[in-house]
């Protein structure tokens, strides 16, 4: 989008940035679009899921998180649909 605002275009990312929230020993954040929400304005999304540690496992208390990474499966998709 970006590239595209640059040369006189008018896109605009519907994506949001939600701040971390701790509550219950759980920690939650969101940057940019869900898949349901890509898909909703026409891109073609695919993610990956992996659960690493939270921190460094030689320090006490480390735990699997889950960390889910979304990206538009055809590059020439980036920007929303006309």
Known sequence: MTGE????GHAR??????PGRQ???LVAARTG???????????TPVTTQS??????AYYPGAKAITIRSPATARPDNCSAPS
Not at 5 to 8: L, Q, R, T, Y
Not at 33 to 43: D, T
């Open 33 to 43: 679009l869900r898949e349901h929400e890509a898909k909703a304005v026409g891109h």
């Open 5 to 8: 605002n640059a040369i006189g």
């Open 23 to 25: 509550g219950l020993r």
């Open 13 to 18: 990312f519907a994506g949001s940035l939600a």
């Open 51 to 56: 659960a690493p540690d939270d921190h460094k």
